[in-house]
């Protein structure tokens, strides 16, 4: 595990948008917790509830009793999901939800074989890991699924260079036909994809793309699995879950971070028929458990009754507007790229153009001195990770903006030496 900062940050205490260290600065969140502090802090709609909860003196009962919450939330989950006839499963976490998603899909298909991207993330665990692909955070080369890469967010490499989205798309829908008529053992289980890859830097296919894999999956018998741990809830502005972009709907979607907006809650949402495949009893002992599907309920009702997906869209493209327009002239951003209120800037070397990790970490010391919380990610450590609260304030927005802008400006001219 690796801490931000050269002198490490520890947050004592949040409202809103902010936070407060234990020196007693103030800093305007944009990275909440990674993605989890959904509405920020200290809602008064979440914390009452979980409040009420903790009242009644259950924290935990197990699912070996009915928990109203947990079959509320459920039937709200796969009702938003599009699924059709959805049964959702609550675990504590992205990973512990991917891992039942993939064991849903292996045991439907009789299959160990799974498909995935490049640069992807889907947890820490063994099978999770397996299925990830970005070096940084792969920890063994031991899987118990066998994992073929497919193309999505790679357009940099030079056999891409110069095509449109049409031109990648097709390009990369001939290799996932290759890659099963040359590389694989016969039938494969399943596909997994982030919509929009968080780790991986938000790295984005284009539009498009998963429909033209879904028709050779759907040809294939091949299930879908898009991991929404970090674009549902309507994070990336245009559609309530990221898939959603590509005028896909998958067999099964996994979900956690923002759910609970800090309450431990993750989970699948399926077709009926995958989840109920496994022939045997499954729980998970803390999984939906009344307190963090209370959370998880207060927020989601939040996030629907104040249309945040409008205002992750309308505020998510001034900031990635604004962000576009201060960068054209720095030599140090070579990318900005996102959607709704998730979106990175990539620092690259000012003369050759190259991922620059450090310019990246100069940037989270410049940007924490002004008062903004901010992440970072990507292949090479060289992006810059933002996603404010779904119910920032368009003050807020802004001031984050006029942040980033002038760190990105000192930054530059410290590696230009004050020229471009
Ligand atoms: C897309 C994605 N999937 C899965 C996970 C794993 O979630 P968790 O850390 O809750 O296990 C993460 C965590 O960052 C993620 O970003």
Redesign the pocket.
Known sequence: MGLYYDEPLEIVSGKGSRVTDASGRSYLDFFCG??TNMLGYDVPEVREAVERQLATGIVHTSTLYLIRQQVELAEKIAALSGIENAKVFFT???????ETALLLATVARRSSQVLALRN??????FA?AAITGNRAWKSSQLTPVGVHYLHGTDRELPAFAGMSDAEYISAAAADLRYVLATATAGDVACFIA?PL???GGFAQPPDGLFAAYQEIFAAHGILFIS?????GWGRTGEHFWGIGAHGVTPDMM?F??GLGNGF?I?GVVARSDLMDGPQANGISTFGGNPLSTTAAAATLDYVLSHDLQRNAAVLGTMIIGGLREAAAPLAVVGDVRGKGLMFAIDLVDPVTGAPSPALAVRMLEETRERGLLIGKGGLYGHALRMAPPLNITETEASEGLGILTDALRAVNAEATGGTK
Request: cysteine-free; charged content about 20%.
């Open positions: 990674i993605l504590n976490s992205g990973t512990e939800a991917n992807s993330y889907h947890g820490r665990s999770a982030e890859q968080g780790v991991d929404e741990v970090q674009t996994t956690a971070k431990a993750g």
